[in-house]
Structures are given as C-alpha cells and as structure tokens.
C-alpha cells in the first residue's frame, strides 16, 4: 500500500495538524528523518526548505521525498502500488430531483458563506498562517497569494508532459476561485478569466485583489445553482484545483457535466478530484437531513462517473495521477486530471453510456436539460 507505508512512516510520526505550524528547515528537518529514516544533508536541506519558503505547497515537497529514489529504493518492497485493487465499491447516490438538487446547492452555499466571511484565507488552504488574525499585515498577504505561482507551475509542467498547450486559449473559466489566490496568476496568461464561486464573501475578497493588482480582465460570478453556470458554456480552459472535492458528488457531476458540454474543442480541463476513500458513502436524504453544520467536509467521486461524462461530452483524457491533495486521510485517492474536448466532426455522436436497471449508484444520470450553449 504505497498510501498505507507513508503514513505509517511519515504522517502519524508528525501529526500532520502540528506540522504546518513549524517553520521551512524543522518541516524540511521532519521529512528527511520520517520519511528517509536520516537526518538532512546540508545541500538537500537549504534547496527544500527554499522550495517551502517560496510558496511550494507542502504536500508536494513531501511527494518529491516519497517518489525519490532513496525512499523508494528503502521501501519498495513493503509497498503495495495498486491500492485500489483490494477497494470495495463505494455506495454514492448521484440521482436528484430538482428540488433536491436546489437544497444541495443551498446547504452548500450557506456553509462556503460563512467561511468565508470568518476565515477566508484558512478555510482554503488550512495552514495557520492564514488565519485571518495572521492577515492583517500586507506581508502575509503576499505571501498567500505567492503560493498560486507553484500551481500555475504545476499546470504548466502537466501541459508540456502531454505537449498540449494554452497558447491561443482566450477564456480560462475557473471553478471556485475562493479570495483569487489563482485566479490572478491566470489573469496574467488568459485574455479572459471567469472566475466562479459559491462563497459571496469569498469573491468579494478576490474581487478587491484584482482590482489592487489593476487586474482587468476577471469576471467574476457568483454561481448558486446549476442555473448559474452559464459561463462553462463559452471557456476554451476549465481550471479547478482543491474545490470541487468540498462538493457532494451529485453537484460535482452535474459541475462536470456542465464543463465537458460547454468546452469548446480542442479546449482543455485541468481538475482535482477525491475519487475513492474507504468507507466513504453518499445518501441524499441523510445528507440533506443532516442540521450539523458540515464545514469543510471532502466528497468522492469515482473514477468511472467522471469519465463516463467525459466520453458522453466527447472528452478525451490526456493524463490521470493521484495526487496527495488529502495528505494523511486513510484509505483515500486524490486524483488530478488532464483532458481535451475532441473536435465532434472528428467523432462519432455516442450515445450516453448504458445504466443498469438495478444498480442506482455510480452512474451518472441522463441529464433532463439540453446542453448549454
């Protein structure tokens, strides 16, 4: 279990909630000796901490360690690299009535609302750093919005790898783009970037960035229900990275569904996505039902839905890797994806892929709606 050896030798030794309260070199320091079983070497230990310190999200430096071939060479033995192949299914409802579908995307809303006007910063990217008592001075400030850069980079290293490219892409629709922290690394390469969320305070925030970086070229839109996705239907590039897993899974595939329609051939989709936690479920009406306030709650969608909505929208996946983006969660699989919307005169029309009369989960209903735009 090559999830199973890392947290047994990497996140349960150092309490992943302790550890982004220390700084670069002890959090460098930690890593080398949890998960290389030695301490730094001077060389290693200045050229990681300055990737931390120049914004390289810390899961990524932790991903460099367990995919080098030190580690590998140490453990390789001991872990099991298909994960998946003893996984049960998962029990996920997909299904909803419109009126279900609006609670959804209420309950949503009103969570994404509220934190966003009481840690718009931490509710994002949980480091404590940003919380909003740490954000008050302009230096913190910065350096919150520096950390995008590294995934503006990890984008582009994603497009060279599979030589597609966003050269000539005019509009970069992005799928929660919570205070900006992306959004303004992609107003530097797109003409246009529409920037969508749930959160109202959260835009606000994103909107007031733009504007002090004399941004221009960002329209932003408050998205509280699937009427409001218009925008998906026009976007050369869809971008979502660490938002649509906080989504229940029937409003990531009614999301993607939109997406997959709306991208405009050969447009590309670059997105995250948790597609498989042991133990995880999904039942609508226990859900919906449920008073408790859900905060920053992680949602699953499988594989097989995602890509079933692909291939009905004419989408073809260049690339799919899991990710880390869950760090220590037991059992689960983050995965990233890269796909590119096939021009149709090149394809044959497919019908939408068979569901079985008796298995309700899984599968990715028949849209009742024509497809936007």
């Known amino acids: 279990m090559a999830g199973d050896c890392v947290r047994a030798v990497f996140w349960t030794r150092f309490a992943l909630k302790g550890f982004f309260m220390i700084d670069a070199t002890q959090f460098v320091t930690a890593l080398y000796t949890g998960i290389l079983g030695r301490g730094p070497d001077e060389k290693g230990l200045a050229s990681n901490a300055a990737r931390v310190e120049n914004g390289a999200p810390p899961a990524e430096v932790a991903r460099s360690f367990v995919q080098s071939a030190e580690f590998l060479k140490k453990f390789a033995a001991k872990i099991n690299w298909r994960p998946l192949d003893s996984a049960k299914p998962l029990p996920i409802e997909l299904a909803v009535t419109p009126d279900d579908g609006r609670r959804l995307w209420d309950r949503v809303e009103s969570v994404w609302s509220k934190l966003g006007a009481e840690e718009p910063y931490y509710s994002l990217v949980p480091n404590p750093r940003w919380k909003s008592g740490e954000m008050t001075g302009g230096k913190n400030l910065d350096a919150f919005y520096a950390t995008g850069l590294a995934d503006m980079q990890r984008f582009d290293a994603w497009l060279a790898r599979n030589g597609v490219s966003t050269d000539g892409a005019a509009t970069c629709v992005e799928l929660g783009c919570g205070v900006g922290r992306s959004t303004i690394w992609l107003a530097r390469r797109f003409q246009r970037v529409v920037a969508l969320d749930v959160s109202a305070p959260l835009l606000d925030l994103a909107r007031k960035k733009a504007e002090a970086e004399g941004i221009g070229n960002v329209e932003f839109v408050h998205v509280r229900s699937a009427a409001d996705l218009g925008p998906l239907a026009a976007a050369d590039v869809f971008y979502s990275q660490g938002v649509l897993q906080h989504d229940p899974p029937p409003m990531i595939a009614e999301i993607l569904d939109h997406a997959f329609a709306g991208l405009r051939a050969p447009g590309l989709a670059f997105f995250q996505i948790p597609t498989y936690r042991a133990g995880y479920a999904f039942d609508l009406k226990s859900w919906l039902d449920d008073g408790r306030d859900p905060g920053t709650e992680t949602h699953v969608l499988p594989q097989k839905a995602i890509f079933d909505l692909a291939w009905r929208h004419g989408v073809k996946p260049l690339e799919a890797e899991s990710d880390n983006a869950l760090g220590a ?45």
């Open 329 to 373: 969660a037991d059992g689960a699989i983050s995965t990233t994806f890269l796909m590119e919307k096939v021009a149709m005169e090149k394809v044959a029309a497919k019908p939408a892929p068979k569901a079985s009369a008796k298995k309700k989960v899984n599968q990715v209903p028949r849209p009742k709606r024509g497809a936007p735009g």
